[in-house]
């Protein structure tokens, strides 16, 4: 089975710390990507990366960074937290681009940042 | 850009009943994929479907890809309680993900 592993399930920060949240996989997948989920919003994407050290904005970017060093880890990172950054945080992966792409989510991260 | 128009919004029912819902758009697709999410975890894949008119089960679930490819339905047999959750369809023709707004179900005992 795919396992994709989020580090932090439920963390609390405060405005302006810089937040790091880590995900693992364990499929040799090459594609990974963060989301956030709200309520009334959906699942938005923030970035993706297809490749080590490759990176691509998704729809919502702003506010954030990621970083991708090995195949297996992709991180998010909030460079300055602020609270509309209050959120459930997921990561995913998958295989390869094109047909027969399935996209595996770990079990999500819950921010507060107060 | 792509959206996905999924239906209906919420269901409530008992315990035993049969259950549809479906995921339509303006788009085509290659892979539609269903998924479960539970409050506070992360969407749980039940069922990937890769190719125009596949109808692929999973113990009571079932799913079917459209022959246009702009649409995808499932069906969950015989609820029971642990059904509970919402459910969401998404689909791609590539690399990016497109998801529905979600499906939530309410199984009553």
Redo the contacts between chains.
């Keep these: 089975d795919v396992k ?1 592993t ?1 580090s932090s399930r439920y963390l609390v920060k405060r405005t302006g710390e810089k937040v790091f949240l880590e995900c693992v996989q364990d499929m040799d997948h090459e ?1 990974m ?1 963060w989301y956030r989920q709200d309520p009334g919003l ?2 938005r ?1 923030i970035y ?1 990366s ?1 490749d080590v050290k490759m990176k691509e904005k998704g729809d919502i970017p702003e506010g954030y960074s990621v970083s991708r060093e090995k195949k297996e880890r992709f991180s998010l990172i909030l460079e300055s937290a602020s609270t509309n950054q209050t959120s459930m945080y ?1 990561c995913a992966s998958s295989l390869k ?12 991260s ?1 921010l507060t940042v107060v | 850009g792509q959206q996905l128009n999924q239906s209906p919004q919420s269901m409530f029912i008992q315990e035993g009943e049969d259950v549809s819902m479906n995921c339509t758009s303006s788009s085509i697709f290659n892979t539609w994929l269903w998924y479960k999410q539970d409050p506070g975890e992360g969407p749980v894949l039940l069922i990937a479907l890769y190719k125009a008119g596949e109808l692929t089960s999973n113990g009571r679930l079932t799913a079917q890809f459209g022959i246009t490819r702009k649409d995808s339905f499932l069906n969950i047999s015989a609820s029971i309680p642990s059904d509970v959750g919402i459910y969401f369809c998404a689909a791609t023709s590539g690399s990016r993900l497109t998801f529905g707004e979600g499906t939530q179900l309410t199984v009553n005992p």
């Design positions: 994709v989020q594609n990507f959906g699942l994407l993706f297809y997921l681009w094109g047909s027969g792409n399935t996209i595996y989510f770990g079990e999500g819950w």
